[in-house]
C-alpha cells in the first residue's frame, strides 16, 4: 500500500487550454532545425560534460506517488544538484556566456580562441548582463566567473533577498529595478546598449534571437539524460514541463520530438494561474503578452511574454497547456519531501507535476489529457531549494535536514 503520507491532498481545479494547431503524428518538422536541430546537442555536449563537477542528474522513479496518483509510472528529472546552482539553468546561461565570448573573439581577431586562457584573457574586456527571476541571472554571473567576463544582473521588486545573495555569491554586480520581470527584461536591454554591454537574456524578441537560442540549446543535454536514463523501460506516454518564458519547454518538446519522432509522448506545458503567458498565446494561435505584478509564488515562472524563439517551436509542439494556483506547487513541495528517499524541490520546480496531480483529480480533464493507469509521466524538477529560507517556511524544515 502506498504510505499515506503521500496520498494527496485535494488541488483546486486547473484550467486546460488545448492546442488545435499542435502537429500530431508527424517527425521532427525541418523548420525547426535552425532553432533546436540533434547537431546542437552534439556541440553542447563536448563542451559541458568537461566542465568540472559535470555529472548527469538524478532521475526518480516516484512509484508510491504513482500509484497513489493512478498512474503506471512518475518519472522526476531532478535538477537541484545541477553544478552546485542547484538549478537546471546551469546548463543555459553558461553555455550561451561561452559562445558569446567565442563570438566576439572571432569578430574581433578573425579567428577562434588559441585555448581557454587566450579566451579568458579576452573575456575581462567584456561585460554580459541579463535580467532574471534568479536562477537564470545567477547561470550567467556563475558562467561570467568561470570564462573571464564582468558581470551585471537586473532582478525586479519581488525576487527575495536570497536570491539575489546568490548571484553576488558569483561576483556579479546586482541591480533591484522597480516593476516585473518584463519591466526588469526591458531596463537590463536598455542599459547594455547604452553602455555596450552583452545581453545574455533566456527570452528572445524580434532582432535578438541568437544568444536565447544557445540558452535553449544549453537544456537540450538535461533532456537528454533523461531519454537515456529510461532506456530500456517503456517511454513516457505524457510529458509535463512547467512554462516561463517557453525556453526549458522548446528544448524538451525539440529532444522528445527529435528522439521519437510521430510516436512523441504528449506534450504538455504546466503555468502558475498569475504568469500564464504560454496559455494566453496557445488559445489566441499567436504570442500574447499577460499584464499585471505576475506575483506568483512560483518565482522562476513569473514571466508574462513567451521567448519569439520558444513559441516558433511550441506552437507546433505543445498538445496541451494547464494552468494551477500556487498551492498545488506548496503541496507538491511537501509530498516531495515526504518520498522516500526524499527529493528538494523548489516551488518552481514542481509546476509540472503538479499540473498532472491536479488534472489526475478532475476525470474530465484527465481523460481530455489521455492520462490513465497506463500513463507513464515524465516531469522536470528544475530546481532545488534556490532560496533557502523560502523553502523551509514553505515545507517546515530545512532543505539540509530533509536531503541528509
Known amino acids: ?34 532553432i533546436l536541430a540533434a547537431s546542437d546537442l552534439e556541440a553542447v555536449r563536448a563542451e559541458i560534460t568537461l566542465w568540472p563537477g559535470y555529472a548527469p542528474t538524478p532521475l526518480h522513479d516516484l512509484q508510491a506517488m504513482a500509484e497513489s496518483a493512478g498512474v503506471a509510472a512518475i518519472h522526476y528529472k531532478d535538477e537541484a544538484s545541477r553544478f552546485g546552482l542547484a538549478s537546471f539553468k546551469a546548463l543555459g546561461g553558461a553555455y ?18 588559441r585555448d581557454a586562457a587566450e579566451l579568458a584573457r579576452f573575456a575581462r574586456s567584456v561585460t554580459v548582463t541579463c535580467a532574471t527571476d534568479g536562477n537564470h541571472g545567477r547561470s550567467v554571473a556563475w558562467g561570467a566567473q568561470r570564462f573571464g567576463a564582468r558581470c551585471r544582473i537586473y532582478i525586479h521588486a519581488t525576487v527575495s533577498q536570497g536570491r539575489k545573495r546568490a548571484i553576488e555569491a558569483f561576483g556579479a554586480e546586482v541591480v533591484r529595478t522597480p516593476g516585473n520581470y518584463d519591466d526588469s527584461v526591458r531596463k537590463a536591454a536598455e542599459d547594455a546598449a ?23 540549446r544549453g537544456y537540450l543535454l538535461m533532456a537528454d539524460e533523461a531519454f537515456a536514463q529510461l532506456a530500456g523501460e517503456p517511454m513516457p506516454t505524457h510529458v509535463l514541463v512547467q512554462g516561463g518564458v517557453g525556453g526549458v519547454a522548446a528544448a524538451v518538446a525539440a529532444r522528445s520530438w527529435q528522439l521519437l519522432g510521430p510516436d512523441r509522448p504528449r506534450f504538455i506545458v504546466v503555468e502558475p494561474d498569475r504568469a500564464a503567458c504560454i496559455a494566453a498565446s496557445i488559445e489566441a494561435g499567436e504570442r500574447r503578452a499577460v499584464a499585471g505584478d505576475l506575483d506568483t509564488l512560483m518565482a522562476g515562472l513569473a514571466c508574462g511574454e513567451v521567448s519569439l524563439v520558444a513559441w516558433e517551436v511550441l506552437r ?7 494552468v494551477v494556483d500556487d498551492a498545488a506547487a506548496v503541496t507538491v513541495m511537501r509530498n516531495l519531501a515526504r518520498n522516500e528517499p526524499p527529493v528538494v524541490a523548489g516551488e518552481s520546480a514542481t509546476c509540472g507535476l503538479a499540473g498532472a496531480l491536479a488534472a489526475l483529480e478532475y476525470p474530465e480533464i484527465a481523460r481530455a489529457l489521455g492520462l490513465g493507469p497506463a500513463s507513464r509521466l515524465l516531469v522536470f524538477g528544475t530546481e532545488g531549494a534556490t532560496d533557502p529560507e523560502l523553502y523551509a517556511e514553505l515545507v517546515g524544515r530545512p532543505a539540509e535536514e530533509i536531503a541528509s
Not at 547604452?194 to 535553449?216: F, I, K, N, Q
Not at 507546433?316 to 494547464?322: F, N, R
Open 194 to 216: 547604452r553602455h555596450g554591454w552583452h545581453v545574455v537574456s533566456d527570452t528572445s524578441y524580434l532582432g535578438y534571437t541568437e544568444v536565447p537560442a544557445d540558452v535553449m
Open 96 to 113: 550561451a556566456v561561452r559562445r558569446l565570448l567565442e563570438r566576439l573573439f572571432v569578430e574581433r581577431e578573425g579567428r577562434p580562441p
Open 1 to 34: 500500500m502506498p504510505d499515506p503520507e503521500l496520498l494527496l491532498s485535494r488541488f483546486a481545479r486547473p484550467a486546460h487550454i488545448a492546442n488545435p494547431a499542435a502537429l500530431r503524428h508527424f517527425p521532427y518538422p525541418p523548420a525547426l532545425e535552425s
Open 316 to 322: 507546433l509542439a505543445v498538445h496541451d497547456v494547464l
